[in-house]
């Protein structure tokens, strides 16, 4: 089950989310890919966020979501929840190419007079 960030976001607003990498002995390594995912519950893609690259991806990335990725759909109602996929491939002593993924929900917080 992927981590609940405690952090809300708000609709329509600018939302950080921190991905930080480490390697089957846990220490801190920059992935050699790096690409993410963000989609509803249902696994719906929201705002053509899927499989962005992370150009040059460093053991710590900070993904910044704003505007239309943080829209609520109009068959949501109340505050909705994200899930936020990171998809990454890294090199260490047991190989290469070695998957590296995780994910994290996170809650947008219906702001009713936005649109």
């Known amino acids: 089950m992927p981590v609940l960030l405690e952090t809300h976001a708000k609709e329509k607003g600018t939302y950080g989310i921190v991905a930080t990498f480490k390697d089957d002995a846990g220490n801190a390594v920059a ?30 990335e900070t993904v910044v979501l704003s505007g239309d990725d943080l829209q609520i759909q109009s068959k949501e109602s109340g505050d909705v929840v994200r899930v936020f996929t990171i998809e990454a491939t890294y090199t260490s002593s047991l190989g290469s190419g070695l998957p590296l993924n995780g994910s994290c929900r996170f809650v947008i917080d219906n702001l009713a007079a936005v649109s």
Do not use: H, K, Q
């Open 31 to 60: 992935p050699d890919t790096a690409t993410w995912t963000l989609t509803d519950e249902d696994g719906t893609v929201i705002n053509s966020r899927e499989d962005v690259e992370i150009s040059s991806p460093e053991s710590s």
